[in-house]
């Protein structure tokens, strides 16, 4: 269960810090879901909105609003603007070319510090100017002496890979100590290796049930003949997703990059840095109510469950694994873990209750499925 909880939540980190083009609008879902794009159709019936190239329905009935990205910075207002923080926000809002101009203004004003080359670095990349980023990454890791080097090194391996420069991601792929990093790197080398242009397979468990739209192809229902690179994906016990041109990178100091140095931690049973993490990550959760900020949040529930269940502490893994529930209700692995906070604190009903609401949402045909069912046959000769 341990593997397949890291696997997961690394899968879930990357693709939640990837950023793609530019949106002009924001649909807020009832669900609690967000779509950000560009508004195609609009009438009393339904919104029809652009998602990558994909154009998206959805009737007035599911929309709560829909609202215009703000203006994040002002030019009146240069003088007083905290560069590396505006800059960051930019990117996170996918409006790259702003983001670097400003990030330079803070070069301009702030030389040589590591944050703002890092995410100059990023910038770059997402507008596909990999020379660029990877010369701006290699300045920030000649400044950086601190938690978030092993990020930096993540995002250049990642670069490099797009550069088809495989030897030198190796390389840099050999100094970074995050054993979930590494994987993540191994993964982007073996598919250039083999050919495929796409940046990485990420498996749809990976993902709360409502999120899957950050993936552009669904292998099984893809629109093009991306899948036939992927037969061997597709015949896993798991829905595949496959992400093409879509940077897996993190932002420098960002909730997912220490939510992912945690999970290193956690592995390596080194609890009190992985706690550091996660304080570090919720900290630097400003908006509870946005959607990737939400998701990472729940990040920082589920693998505060995941260490308490380590020490032993079921009750406090039962309350943050409630937490990052209450966040995602439709998410299976985390009632999966819920009901195993409930089985080790020997409150059978409710771990049978949560058991079958994970089985409901896995369905009956995978690995985890017959996990979760030998679970239930221990509880039924339990109350037997």
Known sequence: MKRTALAIVTLILSVLSAVSDCPAEVLYLKSGQQVEGKISE?????????????????????????????????????????????????????????????????????????????????????????????????????????????????????????????????????KITCQNLRNLIERSISLRESGITADTILMASSFPPDTVFFSPQVLGEARNAVSVYLEEANKSEDKAYIIEDFPLLFIYKSPLAYLNLSFSEITEKRFIDAKKHLDAAEATVTDKNEYRQKIALAGVYFARGQIALEECDYYLARKNFKKAIELFNRWNILHKYLATAYYLLKKYPQAQEEFKTALNFLGSDTLEAQEINEYLAKIKNTQS
């Open 42 to 174: 609009d009438n009393n019936e339904y919104v029809k909105i652009v998602f990558n190239g994909v154009s998206l329905r959805y009737g007035r009935d599911e929309i709560e609003k829909i609202e215009n990205n703000k203006d994040i910075y002002s030019d009146s207002a240069l003088d007083a603007i905290d560069y590396e923080k505006n800059g960051t926000e930019l990117i996170a809002a996918r409006r790259f070319e702003e983001a670097i101009n400003i990030l330079q203004e803070g070069h301009r004003r702030k030389a040589r510090d590591a944050a703002i080359y890092a995410n100059l670095g990023v910038a770059y990349a997402c507008i596909g100017d990999y020379q660029t980023a990877a010369s701006e990454l290699k300045t920030a890791i000649d400044l950086d002496n601190g938690d978030c080097l092993p990020i930096l090194y993540y995002n250049l391996a990642e670069i490099y890979c797009r550069l088809n420069m495989l030897n030198q991601a190796q390389e840099i792929m050999g």
